[in-house]
């Protein structure tokens, strides 16, 4: 079985600062790994993905996530955030064999001007 | 090209009652899952439909059940409605089953007095 530990349930960071949001998933199988993005009172809007071929993904409003096999990780990366990077992060993984998604706790990215 | 809509966006019943939400899947896709959103939770995996025909469920009672219709459009029924299912109803579509990208709506919250 598949599962995902966001070590950090809060992050606060201020405006133009780096940061990273860390995700580590256990499973005995090739997965796939997504991270999610989830505005105040708004649904899910997928931010990035891996399913295979690089292990580094990239988001169109900056965003990155490199897939680590050995440490079992895919943290996700900003050199400079914005005020409007404020909202949950969700880390998830599947299997193409399987028809769910398994999401973490999620992560509460604050931004402080 | 049609994102995923959801429908109602907010909906307010009492225990016992009955419930059915509704979903349009994106254009082009033939699958839809159902995820259930706990507050300060990440989403939980209700089931999926792939061709009108139940392709997984998770660790939900039978008194959660869908329905897919050929096209493609689904809905979430809840019966003898509980205090804990208050939550925020998530519906995701996809291509051809399994756990491949999923694109979500933007969910129905329902409230259960």
């Known amino acids: 079985a598949q599962s995902v530990t966001q070590l950090d349930s809060q992050v606060p960071v201020f405006e133009e600062a780096p940061v990273e949001l860390r995700c580590n998933y256990s499973?005995?199988?090739?997965?796939?790994l997504f991270w999610y993005v989830q505005y105040p009172n708004q649904g899910l809007q997928l931010l990035l993905k891996y399913l295979s071929g690089s292990t580094l993904v990239e988001s169109i409003n900056g965003f990155e996530a490199e897939f680590n096999k050995s440490q079992t990780s895919f943290h996700l990366r900003k050199p400079s955030v914005h005020i409007s990077d404020t909202a949950e992060y969700f880390c998830?993984?599947?299997?193409?064999?399987?028809?769910?998604?398994?999401f973490g706790s999620g992560t509460r990215l604050s931004i402080r001007p | 090209e049609t994102g995923v809509t959801q429908s109602p966006t907010h909906l307010i019943k009492t225990r016992g009652q009955q419930v059915t939400l509704r979903c349009s899947s994106q254009s082009g896709h033939n699958t839809v899952s159902w995820y259930q959103q706990a507050l300060g939770q990440g989403p939980q995996f209700i089931f999926q439909y792939y061709r009108e025909e139940e392709n997984g469920r998770g660790n939900f009672p039978p008194r959660f059940s869908g329905l897919q219709f050929p096209n493609y459009s689904s809905e979430l029924n809840v019966n003898a409605l509980e205090l804990d299912d208050s939550a925020l109803y998530l519906c995701?579509?996809?291509?051809?089953?399994?756990?491949?990208?999923?694109?979500f709506g933007p969910g129905t919250r329902l409230l259960v007095l």
């Open positions: 995701a579509s996809s291509l051809d089953g399994g756990g491949e990208t999923q694109y």
């Open positions: 499973s005995s199988v090739s997965v796939y």
């Open positions: 998830a993984v599947s299997r193409s064999s399987a028809s769910k998604i398994i």
